[in-house]
């Protein structure tokens, strides 16, 4: 399978742990993206790797997330001291220039009690 | 205001009829892209369709066009000949500024579709 993948697919935390999900984007592509989406809602952007640089935040990403992307391949999501209104689903885009699409993992469901 | 607006939380429709979901977007950009994004209940974002800001024609691929109405700010996706397997949560999207995938994508709050037998 060359499609992303995202894991785990699934994660339950109590509420002041910390969690950390990762993103293999699609082989060669060098943006990378990360959203997040809750439940009877549309995807909201969080923030955009071009290769290993961050290049765009949402103000939806507060000081407890921090996205990387370490020598441009994978990419990790981390949020500290989780919240209930966390809960979501994450999801990864990839891309490559001459596409105009973004292509999505499965996404990470994230359940914080 | 919402940059991205559908206005069908959810469709019923009789199956090989052909449906209509209604977008509507605002931006002051002249150059942005339009996309539908289909999620079956499985939960992945399946790509559609796509749409430019200059595209002339309507964009069509396969049993999905998109009727783009620029001075109206629409983009309305239609599928022909809908099928059992078309059931799912159908979402527009845009991409403000030029192309390349530079840009992360505006999604609205999407339409749930039913196709009945």
């Known amino acids: 399978d060359t499609g992303v993948s995202q894991n785990p697919r699934h994660k339950i935390t109590k509420r002041g742990q910390n969690v950390t999900f990762r993103c293999d984007p699609i082989s060669e592509h060098n943006r990378l993206y990360w959203y997040r989406q809750t439940l009877g809602q549309g995807p909201e952007f969080l923030t955009y790797?071009?290769?290993?640089?961050?290049?765009?935040k949402s103000r939806l990403l507060s000081d407890r997330f921090s996205a990387e992307r370490p020598k441009g391949s994978f990419s990790t999501l981390e949020i500290q001291r989780t919240e209930q209104g966390d809960s979501a689903m994450y999801l990864c885009?990839?891309?490559?220039?001459?596409?105009?699409?973004?292509?999505f993992g499965p996404g990470t469901r994230l359940t914080v009690l | 205001a919402q940059k991205i607006t559908q206005t069908q939380p959810g469709m019923f429709v009789q199956e090989k009829e052909a449906v209509t979901l209604d977008c509507t977007y605002d931006?002051?950009?002249?150059?942005?892209?339009l996309f539908w994004y289909k999620q079956p209940s499985s939960g992945e974002m399946i790509f559609l369709i796509y749409?430019?800001?200059?595209?002339?024609q309507n964009a069509t691929e396969g049993r999905y066009s998109l009727n783009f109405q620029k001075a109206r700010k629409s983009a309305n996706l239609v599928i022909s000949a809908s099928q059992l397997g078309d059931s799912a949560m159908y979402f527009c999207?845009?991409?403000?500024?030029?192309?390349?995938?530079?840009?992360?994508?505006?999604f609205g709050k999407g339409t749930h579709l039913i196709i009945q037998p």
């Open positions: 790797f071009q290769n290993e640089a961050q290049l765009e």
């Open positions: 931006t002051s950009d002249q150059s942005y892209g």
């Open positions: 749409q430019g800001s200059y595209d002339e």
């Open positions: 885009a990839s891309t490559a220039g001459g596409y105009n699409e973004q292509f």
């Open positions: 999207a845009m991409r403000e500024g030029p192309g390349g995938g530079a840009d992360g994508l505006t």
